[in-house]
């Protein structure tokens, strides 16, 4: 199946194939290529964050399509449109050249070339899901901000997953990329702007499109259309999503990067804030606040409970699980000569620069090393597969404060938006009953 294998060191992880090295990825076929399986108890054994992030992902997803399907209208067209729209960013992520500066582990099944994990198929899905189910009962005036409330909801859903999963080794950060230089507990501070502009850029086309191409102009946007029209909306937002998002990017961050070294921390906390004060400012004018918000059925509360648990899952792997333990085999940055570079072309053509291969003897990517292997050695030059081990928590304390932070702002946030929105638009409470309700 694979050529240049060496044999495996397996000293102290009773794991398939850990110290395994490979040079070069050969497949049988296409199916091959395509997927490939690998024991749950086998990586519990190895990587048991890995496990439960999973089957969380996947068990919300399930979520979701009983709740589509039952709520009707638009939510099933969104969840598929959203799991397209992921595929396609997923996929140009990992084979154009000017990116392709991320790999993620192994999971139970991995799919396209040992590149997408089974729950990634589903992410975008329940990311694009909770968010718009929330901003959908804020009943806000403007089409646009309500894009963008999707866009801060997406990111705030975003933030803990993106901490633990980088700290835990569920994926590794190309070493010198210059586009996710700046980080945040490791992760690209571009990884939250990135979730916050195309998510809105996804929201755009999804409702705009299937409106367009739609003949019955009276519909509300959440009743399904034509069959054309959300075959439509679903295309071109799968495909217009990513292309338009990067527009955020064209438009704000290379300029003020590229060319003026502002850094990706103070811009994305720039359009985060731009976009928070437009939100509240329209959401303080929706008039859209009910005395008695619509009762929940089974599946809602379900769906909500989710949310819940999503917090508390990644909170919970600090508080419980040692990152020290977790242990990667599979692609990794391919390793390689310390002094070769490459371009990193922009979209306002501005040539940055990389290394075209991780240097096993200068890196700076704390998250992870080779120590749990034979002798702490690292793998050989030309690896593409081998092993990586996750490290102690500088300050465990510390994250576990700032995931507490975290989960207590999604809470109060998606709670108070539940407990004062309905379902469906009424009256609005006046404002002399408002203050006896206060």
């Not at 397209?84 to 050249?97: A, D, K, N, R």
């Not at 999707?150 to 859903?157: F, K, N």
Request: glycine share 4%.
């Amino acid at each position: 199946m694979f050529s240049n294998t060496k044999n495996s060191i397996n000293m102290t992880h009773n794991m398939s194939g850990f110290g395994e090295e490979r040079s070069t990825m050969n497949y049988t076929g296409v199916i091959d290529w395509l997927l490939a399986y690998r024991d749950p108890y086998d990586i519990w054994m190895s990587h048991p964050s890995y496990v439960i992030c999973e089957f969380h992902f996947l068990i919300g997803a399930a979520l979701m399509i009983v709740h589509a399907l039952k709520t009707g209208g638009r939510w099933p067209w969104l969840f598929l449109s959203a799991m397209t729209h992921g595929f396609v960013i997923e996929l140009i992520s990992y084979f154009s050249p000017f990116i392709d500066n991320f790999w993620h582990a192994q999971s139970i099944i991995t799919l396209f070339d040992r590149r997408m994990p089974l729950y990634i198929t589903v992410l975008y899905s329940v990311f694009y899901y909770h968010a718009s189910w929330i901003v959908s009962k804020m009943q806000l005036k403007s089409k646009l901000v309500e894009y963008m409330a999707v866009g801060l909801m997406t990111v705030l859903i975003d933030m803990p997953f993106d901490i633990i999963c980088v700290k835990y080794v569920h994926w590794i950060w190309h070493d010198t990329d210059p586009n996710i230089y700046d980080r945040h507990y490791w992760v690209p501070w571009n990884s939250y702007y990135f979730h916050l502009c195309f998510s809105t850029s996804f929201q755009f086309w999804f409702h705009s499109v299937r409106s367009w191409f739609e003949t019955r102009k009276n519909l509300d946007k959440w009743q399904s259309g034509s069959m054309r029209s959300e075959i439509h909306a679903l295309v071109w937002s799968s495909l217009l999503g990513m292309p338009t998002g990067c527009l955020f990017f064209v438009l704000l961050y290379h300029p003020l990067h590229d060319f003026y070294g502002v850094s990706s921390e103070a811009i994305f906390v720039t359009i985060l804030l731009v976009f928070t004060v437009i939100v509240w400012r329209f959401d303080r004018k929706s008039g859209h606040r009910f005395e008695k918000p619509a009762n929940m059925n089974l599946i809602s509360k379900l769906l909500f409970g989710h949310f819940l648990v999503h917090y508390l899952v990644f909170l919970g792997t600090a508080i419980f699980f040692n990152p020290e333990d977790a242990v990667s085999v599979g692609m990794h940055q391919p390793i390689g000569n310390c002094n070769e570079t490459e371009p990193v072309h922009t979209f306002l053509k501005a040539i940055l620069e990389r290394r075209k291969f991780l240097c096993v003897e200068n890196y700076d990517e704390k998250y992870y090393d080779f120590k749990c292997l034979q002798n702490g050695r690292a793998p050989s030059e030309g690896s593409v597969w081998y092993t990586v081990c996750g490290t102690q928590f500088e300050n465990r304390a510390e994250y576990i404060t700032v995931l507490s932070l975290i989960t207590f702002i999604a809470y109060m946030v998606f709670i108070s938006i539940h407990s004062n929105c309905g379902d469906k638009q009424r009256q609005p409470v006046e404002r002399s009953e408002r203050k006896k309700l206060n």
